[in-house]
């Protein structure tokens, strides 16, 4: 069995910093893109950023220059840094990985739990 739990989420001012981290876990062969997406009340899930194994990255206009994702290919863990945020940043955050459990195991994407992020006064 695949495991991915988020930690990190919670309630700051505007302006202010969270640091989201992802660790995977279980029978896991390889790990590809690792990434964040969020989710607002009544509107889609949205990728907010992603990262490659070999550390290529990739930003959703909206938060690029605020936001900074990151991982430990040893770990298998991914972290996004949230720096100046905003009242619009609020939503559930929620961990994506794409990986083979095998190597002959075709690549499947897996999802954490979702953490909420609150960015109020």
């Known amino acids: 069995q695949v495991q991915l739990v988020e930690s990190g989420g919670g309630l700051v001012q505007p302006g202010g910093s969270l640091r989201l981290s992802c660790a995977t876990s279980?029978?896991?062969?390889?790990?590809?893109?690792m990434g964040w997406y969020r989710q607002a009340p009544g509107k889609q899930r949205d990728l907010v950023a992603d990262?490659?194994?070999?550390?290529?990255?990739n930003y959703a206009d909206s938060v690029k220059g605020r936001f900074t994702i990151s991982r430990d290919n040893a770990k298998n863990t991914v972290y996004l840094q949230m720096d100046s945020l905003k009242p619009e940043d609020t939503a559930v955050y929620y961990c994506?990985?794409?990986?083979?459990?095998?190597?002959?195991?075709?690549?499947?994407?897996?999802w954490g739990q979702g953490t909420q992020v609150t960015v109020s006064s």
């Open positions: 994506n990985a794409n990986l083979q459990r095998r190597s002959f195991s075709p690549r499947t994407d897996y």
């Open positions: 279980g029978n896991i062969f390889r790990v590809y893109t």
């Open positions: 990262i490659t194994s070999g550390g290529s990255t």
